[in-house]
T-cell receptor, first 114, second 111 residues
Framework: GENVEQHPSTLSVQEGDSAVIKCTYS??????FPWYKQELGKRPQLIID?????GEKKDQRIAVTLNKTAKHFSLHITETQPEDSAVYFC?????????????FGTGTKLQVIP | DTEVTQTPKHLVMGMTNKKSLKCEQH?????MYWYKQKAKKPPELMFV???????INESVPSRFSPECPNSSLLNLHLHALQPEDSALYLC??????????FGPGTRLTVL
């Protein structure tokens, strides 16, 4: 089945710096890659997603890149702010696993130091 | 209404109790999901309902019993739970069976 690896598990950056979180997936048929942000005690919140027919997508300070050949995708946060502190989960959806399932990465705890 | 809601927010129950978790969405989404999330771990899929029918059961123990009374409502009936079942239970919904939106969760503690 699909396997999603996520790195790093923890990341500390100074406010204003950039943060990058990387994920790799195993199933070349995966075609949808969402990123979720989960603040302590809160719900996972979809912050950005990308489909396999697109290489990059941006939304203000957040961007996601996808390299289908290497089977990896990354989340980039620029000009980080303290409110960006949270756990971030990547995920991949493969049609071969059943069209309704996504596989989550293990999460990255991001700390933005003021 | 663009949110998934869940009740209760917190639930404490004994191992002999029977309780239910409730999830509601009024976005017309056709798929609804139950996830279990332990601390510092990603959500784990438990069940998927598609057009009010159970389509996926991820080999969940029978002490968890899902129910979808209508297209807006999803329940999770609990009985004879174990302390290791303590977790955050998340509901999610999707219109296109791709993008999922999560509810706030129910924090369950089994004593």
């Amino acid at each position: 089945g699909e396997n999603v690896e996520q790195h790093p598990s923890t990341l500390s950056v100074q406010e204003g710096d950039s943060a990058v979180i990387k994920c790799t997936y195993s199933d070349s048929a995966s075609n949808y890659f969402p990123w979720y942000k989960q603040e302590l005690g809160k719900r996972p919140q979809l912050i950005i997603d990308i489909r396999s027919n697109v290489g990059e997508k941006k939304d203000q300070r957040i961007a996601v890149t996808l390299n289908k050949t290497a089977k990896h995708f990354s989340l980039h946060i620029t000009e980080t702010q303290p409110e960006d502190s949270a756990v971030y989960f990547c995920a991949a959806k493969s049609p071969t696993r059943g069209y309704q399932k996504v596989t989550f990465g293990t999460g990255t705890k991001l700390q933005v130091i003021p | 209404d663009t949110e998934v809601t869940q009740t209760p927010k917190h639930l404490v129950m004994g191992m002999t109790n029977k309780k239910s978790l409730k999830c509601e969405q009024h976005m017309g989404h056709r798929a609804m999901y139950w996830y279990k999330q332990k601390a510092k771990k990603p959500p784990e899929l438990m069940f998927v309902y598609s057009y009010e029918k159970l389509s996926i059961n991820e080999s969940v123990p029978s002490r968890f019993s899902p129910e979808c009374p209508n297209s807006s409502l999803l329940n999770l009936h609990l009985h004879a739970l174990q302390p290791e079942d303590s977790a955050l239970y998340l509901c999610a919904s999707s219109q296109d069976f791709v993008t999922q939106y999560f509810g706030p969760g129910t924090r369950l503690t089994v004593l």
